[in-house]
T-cell receptor
């Protein structure tokens, strides 16, 4: 049982490049979400999904796209990376909407230069 | 804007002492959760308390919730050096149960 798996763990991008952060869970969880964590800012919700085919915006969605074509996967796309998107990104999942225990991935460190 | 505000931002205690962290929030909630994060790692769920509950215990952890004051506290008793971490509260609003919103966290240092 791998839990929540994020890839890549580290990535350096140039301004304007695009990339996708991958997130997969093997627990058949309906709820998945993406957060970014900046120093002194705690975690801020980017996008979330309550099931396959359903996504919604969180606190800071601008500059990011998501899709949920399967229950297992919830990729986060940066269409045109900006230095302000330098951050640590966490994917999380729970059985249902977050009244259940949420499980976090180990994080993806992204630097945009 | 973030829902939870935590106090203090940083806390340093000796091993064996108790640590208390507080969380205040702005809007009505469905539930409130506490998480721990060790440096450079993901978050680990500690405890969830629902809006109709006032107190919950889990091992050395005690969480209280006062919905009239829109606040919660996390007490760690008999702290250990291994408790050194950042602690975050997070809330699920009663209006939109799809969003789990985090506070900025309290950094706890337990000195051996």
């Amino acid at each position: 049982n791998a839990g929540v798996t994020q890839t890549p763990k580290f990535q350096v991008l140039k301004t304007g490049q695009s990339m996708t952060l991958q997130c997969a869970q093997d627990m058949n969880h309906e709820y998945m979400s993406w957060y970014r964590q900046d120093p002194g800012m705690g975690l801020r919700l980017i996008h979330y999904s309550v099931g396959a085919g359903i996504t919604d915006q969180g606190e800071v969605p601008n500059g990011y796209n998501v899709s949920r074509s399967t229950t297992e996967d919830f990729p986060l796309r940066l269409l045109s990376a900006a230095p302000s998107q330098t951050s640590v990104y966490f994917c999380a999942s729970s059985r249902r909407a977050p009244g259940d225990t949420i499980y976090f991935g180990e994080g993806s460190w992204l630097t945009v230069v | 804007s973030q829902q939870g505000e935590e106090d203090p931002q940083a806390l340093s205690i000796q091993e064996g002492e108790n640590a208390t962290m507080n969380c205040s929030y702005k809007t009505s909630i469905n539930n409130l959760q506490w998480y721990r994060q060790n440096s450079g790692r993901g978050l680990v769920h500690l405890i969830l308390i629902r809006s109709n509950e006032r107190e919950k215990h889990s091992g050395r952890l005690r969480v209280t919730l006062d919905t009239s004051k829109k606040s919660s506290s996390l007490l760690i008793t008999a702290s250990r050096a291994a408790d050194t971490a950042s602690y975050f509260c997070a809330t699920v609003g009663s209006g939109n149960t799809g969003k789990l919103i985090f506070g900025q966290g309290t950094t706890l240092q337990v000195k051996p």
